[in-house]
């Protein structure tokens, strides 16, 4: 069970002070959002899927868990190798109890859009930090569908959601730039006859399409002057994956930060998922002078792939960025860290969506830098943040309100700051990030639980 279940068990503390110069080679993790689909997708395929290279953290084993609780066998071979036994698509049974998401937003969103157009009721419940999340954005189009839920006020876990067994194909368009809802509506559209459209103005990160397509579903991409469309045809029988799962560009943002600040540091981390819808990050580590370079480029499982080598490089801040913010939405918090240790201020805007992740990311960042010594103005949808041009003062504790993003962010601050940052309670890390500190540490940073 995860830290986010005993919210009275010890919280377990993690200070950051400078190591020595980064240098090393390292894989990272499996792809999150790769992960929870594979064993989503593979648990509705007909036949046995198997997956290597998949995140073993707390989030996708919760997919993991609830697929089981539906009629699919989800076995786990050896370190990060997963067999899949599917249900096939409509095969999905219902579970004899709550399903418990923990602390995965994604997963939850995801597994209500199968729920939707499956005859069966569940009800669904999480962690402190998943139950303040808001469903409503999901709701909507899965209700519009034919599925009826009840949630707690504001579209809050916990809620029971029964599936329709007369499901009705929409063309839905996404209200904000979100991955998870049109891949909720896409999931419900599997068991739905006819077609099912989803219309979005910003295209956003695309492995829900990538993998249906590789297994076999009628699955159509259309770009014009209105944004994406992607158009799917119901009920397909759907071929079992056998794919090796990406690193997650999300968790290699903090080694990437943590080699572009620390001076003398030269970093490779291998087997890096570059879906271009992903990659904002590398664009705005640019922007700020970073030296990154992309090497032995391929593709696996229909997803590129390649290494990265990032060397230091004196940052400096930036006036808004070009990067296009839902290719990067989950880096911003190692961004702002980077921000902090660069020469001149930085501002970024359009960023309403971080007040409603794991925690309020915005508030919880400009708090923790503040408490660090570090000049932040907050506003409604951005920061500005006045880069210190070296070490940032530093001797501050940050409250990461139980989110490992925020928690990650400042263990990578610390080793650019003058006295060593305390982080409150790094148990969320391992919703994503297993082997962070390990790793962290092998590299050469200065980390100490």
Known sequence: MSAHHFPDAAPEPLVSAPGRALEGAVRIPGDKSVSHRSIMLGALAVGKSRVSGLLEGEDVMATAAAMRAMGATVTRKGEGEWEIDGVGVGGLLEPDDVIDMGNSGTSTRLIMGLIATHPIQVTMTGDASLRKRPMGRVIDPLTDMGASVHARTGGRLPLVIKGTDMPLPIDYTTPMASAQVKSAVLLAGLNTP????????????????????????????????????????????????????????????????????????????????????????????????????????????????????????????????????????????????????????????????????????????????????????????????????????????VETHLDHRIAMSFAILGQRADKPVTIDDARAIRTSFPVFIEMMKGLGAGLEA
Do not use: W, Y
């Open 194 to 397: 006819g077609i099912t459209t989803v219309r979005e103005k910003v295209a956003t990160r695309d492995h829900t399409e990538r993998m249906l397509s590789s297994m076999g579903a009628d699955i159509r991409v259309e770009d014009g002057t209105e944004g994406r469309v992607v158009k799917l045809v119901g009920q397909p029988e759907l071929s079992p994956i056998h794919m090796e799962v990406p690193g997650d560009i999300s968790s290699s943002a903090f080694p990437m930060v943590a080699a572009s600040i620390v001076p003398g540091s030269d970093v490779l981390i291998r087997n890096v998922g570059l879906n271009p819808l992903r990659t904002g990050i590398i664009f705005a580590l640019r922007e700020m002078g970073a030296d990154i370079t992309v090497e032995n480029e391929r593709v696996l499982g229909g997803e590129p792939v390649g290494d990265l080598r990032v060397r230091a490089a004196r940052l400096k801040g930036v006036q808004g960025l070009s990067v296009d913010p839902s290719t990067m939405i989950d880096e911003f918090p190692v961004l702002f860290a980077a921000a902090a240790v660069a020469e001149g201020d930085s501002r970024f805007d359009g960023l309403h969506e971080l007040r409603v992740k794991e925690s309020d990311r915005l508030a919880a960042m400009a708090a923790g830098l503040k408490a660090n010594g570090v000049e932040v103005e907050e506003f409604d949808d951005g920061i500005i943040i006045k880069g210190c041009g070296g070490n940032v003062p530093g001797g501050g504790t």
